[in-house]
């Protein structure tokens, strides 16, 4: 029995062969108490470092908003504590002697570093640094995905939808391919409008009124300049001769963050709405039902 007891001590403490059973089990105590509180202390350090890390980057995103870089840092430097404060005190100074020093494990290492986890590391660290998109940017992707970024983590891009479903996609996915950022910079994006009126209106009144409705409303901004190179809104065209209608016209700006639907949604209502009250007559096709009756 006290040959089992002593094969439980540690190595540093097998040389006292002279210790009764009794101060084996208490030295095994004792190790045990040790490496509890030891792990203990350990995990407290490492939550204490996790909350202060999540508190700095939350005033950093309250201080300069919420950026890409900010999400990926946070996760980054939370796993490099763990691996700090967990892994390597608990493999102690065994670390450089264990399998990492064979030639099967890095080759294994080389094998993991082709694999999708730290290729989508890597290309999150990319996407960080490099900007193609942030928080909040409406983007569009070349499959014909849209939506608004929400988040990024050392994996994966959070989307929101138009219909508020969330897609998750890969970094190394997201990073490979061609995308429409809509809220990229500062400069004003035009959506073009087409309106038809019929060939009994007024062309110029119909211009004003629909030039009128675009700059009432609230998303619509002075994109273009003037003849003097002041800004100003584009003006209305007459486009297009149709089968029954004649085709107005304009490009309306906004802001590169707004969202396209809402400002087609407001144009569409205006422009809608002031044709009908000026009597401008806005052409749909009817069908004329002639019957005739049989002598």
């Not at 969330?166 to 400069?187: A, E």
């Amino acid at each position: 029995m006290e040959e089992v007891f002593k094969g439980l001590i540690p190595e540093s403490l097998r040389g006292y062969n002279d210790l009764s059973l009794g101060d084996l089990v208490f030295i095994l105590l004792m190790f045990g108490v040790v490496f509890i509180v030891t792990i203990a202390l350990l995990v407290l350090v490492l939550t204490i470092l996790l909350k202060l890390n999540k508190k700095i980057f939350e005033r950093l995103e309250n201080k300069h908003g919420k950026r890409l870089q900010f999400q990926f840092m946070e996760k980054a430097i939370s796993t490099i504590l763990v691996m700090l404060i967990i892994v390597i005190p608990l493999a102690g100074d065994k670390i450089s002697q264990s399998l990492l020093g064979s030639t099967a494990v890095i080759a294994a290492v080389v094998g993991i570093a082709a694999q999708d986890v730290l290729k989508d590391m890597f290309a999150g660290l990319q996407i960080s640094m490099y900007k193609p998109f942030d928080i909040g940017d409406r983007i569009e992707l070349e499959d014909g995905t849209v939506g608004v970024v929400e988040s990024m983590t050392m994996r994966h891009v959070v989307l929101i939808r138009i219909d508020t479903l969330k897609i998750v996609i890969p970094n190394s996915k997201i990073n490979h391919v061609s995308m429409v950022n809509y809220s990229f910079g500062d400069i004003p994006r035009g959506i073009l409008f087409k309106f038809p009126v019929s060939y009994d209106s007024d062309i110029e009144k119909a211009r004003e009124v629909i030039a009128h409705a675009v700059k009432s409303s609230p998303y619509s901004v002075e994109g273009m300049k003037d003849s003097a190179g002041d800004p100003d809104y584009a003006p209305v065209y007459f486009l297009d001769l149709m089968d029954s209608a004649v085709i107005m016209s304009v490009t309306v700006y906004c802001k590169s963050g707004q969202r396209t639907e809402v400002v087609k949604d407001d144009i569409h209502t205006r422009v809608f709405k002031a044709l009908k009250e000026n009597d401008i007559e806005i052409p749909y096709n009817y069908m004329n039902i002639v019957m005739h009756s049989e002598k």
